[in-house]
């Protein structure tokens, strides 16, 4: 949604944007995407940006990377990687590898305020292009101060905002009491939690329908209303959960391990109670 909006702000339209397909397991289907590509090049249009996935609002999904990575390069296509909440996963010697090819990517976008576990809002933008950067956002005027000498990027150079607040300390703050082991432990440890809740919940008789090694678990059962049982959740105020529907099948449950403090007996006690509601 947010490249819907992006499109139509920047004046490129909405109808600028081609939706790809996905495969059963709900990453992008490269064949679709250069299908895409080719078609619009042939009726004269221009492609130019692809964006990746790591790791979808919905279900966890993690586009190919190499590969997207290797199929922009080869039709001289930028390539985005929308990692607002996996991206934190590439701190994790564990989950890291999931993320493979990240690296090769020309920007990616990471929300420090999602799995960083800082307030809201802190949006963070990574770019290979640096003079891009600037020649996309370089303003000049008599009222503002000169460039600051020495290798210092000033934000206001190298974003829409002009007036902006110091985003950036919460982020460094935590860093500064956590470290970078402090947060390894922190995201492995939800990592873990995810795990647990998908085996507690196959074990209770629900049925798992993503495939993520994110902690982030789909799941239904047989007869299943999710409105009504979302809203007995919410009433006996049990945990937060949302409706997700995945492609063209029935709305499905979606919960996902946000916080660093959820511990195991949390999940068990989640998964029991949400048995006593299936039976009513």
Not at 184 to 205: C, F, K, N, T, Y
Not at 218 to 237: E, I, N, P, V, W
Request: proline share 4%.
């Amino acid at each position: 949604h947010s490249f819907n909006k992006i499109a139509h702000m920047t004046g490129l339209g909405r109808r600028a944007i081609r939706t790809i397909a996905t495969e059963r397991n709900l990453t992008m289907d490269l064949r679709d995407l250069a299908r895409q590509v080719a078609e619009d090049r042939r009726r004269g249009f221009a492609p130019f940006m692809v964006v990746g996935t790591a790791g979808t609002t919905a279900a966890g999904a993690i586009d190919p990377l190499p590969e997207l990575a290797r199929f922009c390069r080869s039709e001289d296509l930028w390539l985005h990687v929308d990692a607002a909440w996996g991206g934190a996963a590439i701190l994790s010697p564990r989950l890291r590898g999931h993320l493979a090819g990240i690296e090769a990517a020309d920007s990616i976008t990471c929300d420090a305020h999602k799995w960083f576990s800082v307030p809201m809002g802190a949006g963070m933008f990574f770019c290979r292009h640096p003079a891009a950067v600037g020649e996309a956002f370089h303003a000049e005027t008599s009222y503002m101060p000169g460039k600051t000498a020495g290798p210092v990027v000033d934000p206001y150079t190298a974003s829409v905002q002009w007036s902006r607040r110091f985003i950036g300390l919460k982020l460094f703050l935590a860093l500064a009491h956590h470290g970078e082991s402090g947060y390894v432990e922190m995201i492995e440890h939800q990592a873990r939690m995810g795990d647990l809740l998908r085996e507690s919940l196959a074990s209770a008789g629900w049925r798992i329908v993503n495939t993520t090694p994110l902690p982030l678990v789909c799941f239904t059962r047989d007869g299943l209303d999710t409105t009504k049982f979302l809203a007995a959740l919410y009433r006996h105020q049990i945990a937060w959960m949302s409706e997700v529907r995945l492609g063209a099948g029935a709305p499905v449950l979606r919960a996902c391990i946000t916080s660093f403090r959820t511990s195991a007996s949390d999940i068990e006690d989640v998964v029991r109670a949400m048995g006593r509601i299936i039976q009513g």
